[in-house]
């Protein structure tokens, strides 16, 4: 006689076959081995068929963003861009054997992309690439003229270098002000009112680059990221003129006087607030992320 022993449960049955099913668990005869005498599987057990469950199939797409060339995968493009915070409609289709295909205009909050297949494709190309395209620029921004100077400015990266200067020193001038309040050395104030003084006169050549590039680079799109970084832009111009004319005029408002004297260090705060969240941004466009 044979001995058969259950896989499931260890019940062993002795007889010529095994049993429909095993007495003890309820396991089909399929889950029963022969065994030796010691009980030793003689062969190893046939594992029961698993029934497959089928899963819908998802196709997966590529879009690209049309204002900064960030790469989107999945079945529909995001309702926003993560980089720019350009909208859905802003979004074509990349295929490898095709044109890019234009999104259609869902939303009001925003442009869509170009009419025909071939503008779009021309635009995807280059997207966030640091390409010339300036189709809604002004018509003086357009134009020959400047149009050297513009290109130039984009191409040899105008705005990144010219944006390092108050990024640098605007720091450095804040700490000066607030180690001249702690420890009263007027020193301290008059470097950060040199500091300053480079900061203020810079910020009107990072605006003006950063508004190229914005025109150049990214074809003046209006989204969420443009705005804060224009925004910003400004404050910190505005902020770092009143705080060079403040205190070239009056450098002792570090040390004396407690109303204006908060009033300064607030203004101070605001304007490196805002240059930070303007180079958190600008880090977002450029490291897409």
Same mark, same amino acid.
């Given at each position: 006689?044979?001995?058969?022993?259950?896989?499931?449960?260890? !019940? *062993?049955?002795?007889?010529?076959?095994?049993?429909?099913?095993?007495?003890?668990?309820?396991?089909?005869?399929?889950?029963? &081995?022969?065994?030796d005498d010691d009980g030793t599987p003689k062969s190893a057990p046939?594992? %029961?068929?698993?029934?497959?469950?089928?899963?819908?199939?998802?196709?997966?797409?590529?879009?690209?963003?049309? *204002?900064?060339? #960030?790469?989107?995968?999945?079945?529909?493009?995001?309702?926003?861009?993560?980089?720019?915070?350009?909208?859905?409609?802003? $979004?074509?289709?990349?295929?490898?054997?095709?044109?890019?295909?234009?999104?259609?205009?869902?939303?009001?909050?925003? @442009? /869509? %992309?170009?009419?025909?297949?071939?503008?779009?494709?021309?635009?995807?190309?280059?997207?966030?690439?640091?390409?010339?395209?300036?189709?809604?620029?002004?018509?003086? $921004?357009?134009?020959?003229?400047?149009?050297?100077?513009?290109?130039?400015?984009?191409? $040899?990266?105008?705005? @990144?270098?010219?944006?390092? +200067?108050?990024?640098?020193?605007?720091? *450095?001038?804040?700490?000066?002000?607030?180690?001249?309040?702690?420890?009263?050395?007027?020193?301290?104030?008059?470097?950060?009112? !040199?500091?300053?003084? &480079?900061?203020?006169?810079?910020? %009107?050549?990072?605006?003006?680059?950063?508004?190229?590039?914005?025109?150049?680079?990214? =074809?003046?799109?209006?989204?969420?990221?443009? =705005? &804060?970084?224009?925004?910003? /832009?400004?404050?910190?111009?505005?902020?770092?003129? +009143?705080?060079f004319i403040w205190l070239l005029i009056s450098p002792e408002v570090?040390?004396?006087?407690?109303? %204006?004297?908060?009033?300064? $260090?607030?203004?101070?705060?605001?304007?490196?607030?805002?240059?930070?969240?303007?180079?958190? #941004?600008?880090?977002?466009?450029?490291?897409?992320?």
């Open positions: 006689m044979t001995r058969w022993k259950c896989t499931a449960c260890g !019940y *062993v049955h002795t007889g010529d076959a095994p049993p429909e099913k095993c007495p003890v668990c309820g396991a089909p005869k399929d889950r029963f &081995v022969e065994v046939t594992p %029961p068929a698993e029934e497959k469950i089928a899963e819908p199939e998802q196709t997966m797409k590529k879009w690209k963003c049309t *204002v900064c060339g #960030y790469i989107h995968t999945g079945p529909e493009p995001p309702e926003k861009c993560p980089v720019c915070g350009a909208p859905k409609n802003r $979004f074509v289709e990349v295929t490898d054997d095709s044109a890019p295909k234009p999104v259609p205009a869902e939303t009001a909050d925003g @442009p /869509g %992309p170009k009419n025909t297949p071939a503008e779009a494709a021309s635009e995807d190309e280059t997207a966030g690439q640091g390409q010339i395209d300036a189709a809604n620029a002004p018509a003086w $921004f357009r134009g020959p003229k400047y149009r050297m100077l513009f290109d130039m400015l984009t191409k $040899f990266h105008g705005h @990144p270098i010219s944006v390092h +200067i108050p990024n640098g020193l605007l720091p *450095v001038a804040v700490l000066f002000v607030f180690l001249s309040a702690i420890f009263s050395i007027n020193g301290m104030a008059m470097a950060a009112v !040199y500091n300053l003084g &480079v900061v203020a006169l810079s910020m %009107p050549l990072v605006l003006f680059t950063g508004w190229v590039d914005w025109q150049n680079r990214f =074809n003046g799109a209006r989204t969420h990221v443009f =705005n &804060v970084k224009i925004a910003c /832009g400004i404050t910190v111009t505005v902020t770092s003129w +009143i705080l570090v040390t004396t006087g407690q109303a %204006p004297r908060v009033a300064f $260090f607030v203004i101070n705060l605001i304007m490196l607030g805002a240059a930070a969240t303007a180079g958190w #941004y600008g880090g977002k466009l450029v490291f897409r992320e």
